[in-house]
């Protein structure tokens, strides 16, 4: 009981299902929780894994994402557009990042990291 109301007084997702029959019978998210203990069961909620990504292996590789999010990247709070794709990574008018260093950048249009999503 302690753990888990000491994880939501952290900010932490909480979530709940009753033990009584009643309803919800699955793991229902619950931003308010009125911490009845002899009706249902809480937990903190099971953070999901997040997605990992890879440098672009090559140009074409590379360049199809770079179509798909319209070539303007976020560089730590500042905007740049893509100028060039080589065979090593990317130029961004006379500054330049390998494709590795791309990483640490984000598309501009959704926020997701400048290389491949592995399963």
Known sequence: MIAVITAHKEGKLIEFKR???GYPHHWTRCD?????FGVCEYRVRPEEPKP????YK????CFKDALKHGGWINI???MGMITLIKSYGIELG????SYSTLLDFTWADDGSPCGVKED
Do not use: K, L, M
């Open 94 to 97: 006379e500054a330049s990042a």
């Open 19 to 21: 033990i009584d029959g």
């Open 58 to 61: 090559d140009a074409e590789e």
């Open 32 to 36: 308010d929780p009125v911490w009845n």
């Open 52 to 55: 990992t990504y890879r440098p």
């Open 76 to 78: 730590r709070g500042q």
